[in-house]
């Protein structure tokens, strides 16, 4: 008989920024939609799900209503009101937010220390330079600005410090790569971090709508997906489903 085990799976999402004055910030693209559903996805296995994400990115438990174009929009409450219900989510989901590099370094540290998950899934987009000489107040639009940067430490290498039984699932995203550059990034990247999986992709495939999955694990096996026409959220369904085998 096998025996279904209810884990704590922690989850980050979103971009992190970086402050060049008190208003203006260095950010990425990510709108946070992989890292939400991945982590909707462990909900709908039965986990408990911690999910950190950048302030102003997709929940898993936000609903996005366009009148003008959805055929049926009040459907969205209607699949909402079945999560909510299938996953006892009050029991089971927290939510929590960062904005800067700073916070999101802040936080992980924390919740991965006070929570110690089985698994730690950093599909967020973190900033991997900073500002070096932020301006303490609001640059004026006529003056020339010359910004420094600096390279930022790589937070994914202090994960298995801080919760050393933790499982850990990395992302890591290239352009105009070849499958062999993918998996030599992600090789590298489960050598430097101590990590148990790495997702790899490449930003070319998703903006053709032809996004494809590179699963790579420490033992130099790798498995490869592709989007499901029939299914939208069938890479997400693969990277859960192999984050639990872990």
């Known amino acids: 008989m096998e025996l279904w085990t209810i884990m704590k ?28 559903k991945i982590a909707k996805e462990f909900m709908l296995m039965g986990h408990e799900v911690v999910f950190l994400r950048a ?3 997709k929940s898993p438990y936000s609903v996005n209503i366009d009148f003008a174009n959805d055929e049926d929009p009040f459907k969205k409450f209607t699949d909402l009101q079945l999560l909510f219900g299938r996953c006892h989510c009050m029991e089971r989901y927290s939510e929590h937010e960062y904005r800067t590099f ?3 370094f802040e936080r992980l540290k924390f919740f991965v220390g006070v929570e110690q998950p089985d698994v730690v899934v950093l599909a967020a987009a973190v900033s991997d330079y900073g500002v070096e000489n932020p301006f303490n107040g609001k ?10 940067l600096k390279q930022l430490p790589k937070i994914i290498y202090y994960i298995k410090e801080w919760c050393p039984k933790a499982r850990l699932v990395g992302f890591k995203l290239l ?3 070849k499958d062999y550059q993918l998996k030599s990034a992600a ?13 790899a992709n490449d930003l070319q495939d998703i903006k053709e709508n032809n996004h494809k999955i590179l699963l790579v694990f420490p033992d130099g096996t ?17 990277v859960a489903e192999h984050t639990v085998k872990l």
């Open 9 to 36: 799976i922690l989850v980050t999402s979103g971009g992190t920024k970086v402050p060049i004055d008190k208003v203006r910030d260095i950010t990425n693209m990510s709108s946070g939609t992989f890292g939400s």
């Open 55 to 57: 302030k102003g990115s």
């Open 102 to 104: 700073d916070e999101y």
């Open 139 to 148: 640059v004026r639009s006529n003056d020339l600005l010359t910004i420094k």
């Open 175 to 177: 352009v105009g790569s």
């Open 187 to 199: 090789v590298k990247s489960i050598t430097e971090n101590k990590c148990d999986m790495i997702v």
């Open 222 to 238: 790798e498995k490869q997906y592709k989007t499901d026409p029939k299914d939208p959220d069938y890479l997400v369904k693969m």
